[in-house]
């Protein structure tokens, strides 16, 4: 039986295509890009002469991107029980009117779904800088330095980097977990320490979800998707981020290798410092970072931060992305069809498909740029809805111990969307994390 390993798209673009995406509509049900002409509720909104401005205002929110002509019938998030048929004839007087049995959804913001944008925000990312003062290796890009302004500004990010980032030897270390063998299947405790869960909490029910997930990169920040924190949705807010846990359904968990146990450990949310060109629409620059209320203890085997693709600066050699499998890791749902998450910490190895090929399989859905990454599209192994934001890793050789190699594991990408539909041959997208290190020494903060 194939295992399919859920892994993080929670966003899905909407396409008009063969490939049905799911979403997330109003009062977080699962929902189904749709012409809004099979959306009674929504289609009654739009005819109704008595809509308000928060109708509208939701409206946008759950309108996907749709892969045609901007003049054709808008594409909407519908919840799957309102969905109907291509044939359906609509009654507006059935939803709204006189009617009592109006089925219009209540004024609830998502940002699980897209707003329609006719342009994309201006980027406002600092071109790549050589922050290393070193020959780079085969494979780096230089961008040249050309005044005094710019040679300073690459000072200071390179003492960042030697004051904020943690060394080769600290980040990713996951002692004693074993070896990371891979295909689909769950993890020891410990195996992966530095994974982060999101914890929303609900402003009417004060219940907290965890819809997201992220990485620990220093003592005080943790990296994520731009859509886990940016119109995420007004009903929910971003509390705390939860570290060390294996189990969901357990209070302790425990490594049987290691003979220890831990328990979860909730950190609070001091500030949510967002890409400024992320682009809610196509998902460019898919990426943010959660500043939290105090330091980490990194004083347990169970919780550490993961290394960064900080190849130059640590003195190890860029690898060839396309010659190695890439693993994603998450509590994602297991299967397309379940809406629930799996419980224990989940991974998969996936191989990293070539850009060209990806914008392929994109071509009339969404524009994929050199900022992307796409992983995946095996049949039965594929990243699915669940845990946006969380990692997608690579093991780099950073030395030897004799002739054995010694590796770690870099974050190469930012799980950022892709169909929820499993295993049917299209490849998950991916932030690429080496476009956007400048950005990230500048913003963080000791």
Sequence with gaps: MNLIVSLGIFLPLCFSSVYTLQCRSYGRQVGECVDISRCPPFLAIILSEEKTKEDLQMLQK???????????????????????????????QAHFGNSATTRSPPTVSTARTFTRATKEPTS??????????????????????????????????????????????????????????????????????????????????????????????????????????????????????????????????????????????????????????????????????????????????????MCLPFYKEYGVSEPNLLELKAVVAGWGRTNWTRNEGSAVLQQVRLPIVPTQKCIADFRNRINITPKQLCAGGEAGKDSCGGDSGGPLMMDVEIGKNGIFPIKRSFQIGIVSFGPVKCGIGIPGVYTRVSEYLPWILKSLEP
């Design 62 to 92: 759950l309108t996907c991107l749709s892969a045609s002509d901007p003049d054709k019938e808008p594409v909407v998030c519908c919840p799957l029980t309102e969905i109907v048929s291509k044939n359906y004839i609509p009654n507006p």
């Design 124 to 305: 406002t990312e600092t071109p790549r800088l050589t922050v290393y003062p070193s020959n780079p290796g085969q494979g780096h890009r230089v961008v040249p330095v050309p005044d005094k302004t710019k040679i300073e500004e690459a000072q200071v990010l390179y003492q960042k980097f030697q004051t904020l980032i943690p060394s080769l030897d600290s980040c990713s270390r996951n002692d004693g977990a074993g070896d990371r063998i891979v295909g689909g299947n769950d993890t020891l405790h410990g195996m992966y320490p530095w994974m982060a869960r999101l914890g929303y909490k609900s402003l009417k029910t004060g219940r907290v979800e965890y819809y997201c997930g992220g990485v620990i990169i220093n003592s005080r920040y943790i990296l994520t998707a731009g859509h886990c924190t940016h119109g995420y949705d007004d009903s929910f807010a971003l509390v705390h981020v939860r570290l060390g846990e294996h189990n969901t359904k357990q209070l302790q968990d425990c490594n049987e290798n290691l003979q220890k146990c831990s328990t979860p450990e909730d950190i609070q949310v001091e500030k949510v410092i967002t890409y400024p060109g992320y682009n809610t629409v196509n998902k460019h620059n898919d990426i943010a970072l959660v500043r939290l209320a105090r330091d980490i203890n990194f004083n347990t085997l169970f919780i550490k931060p």
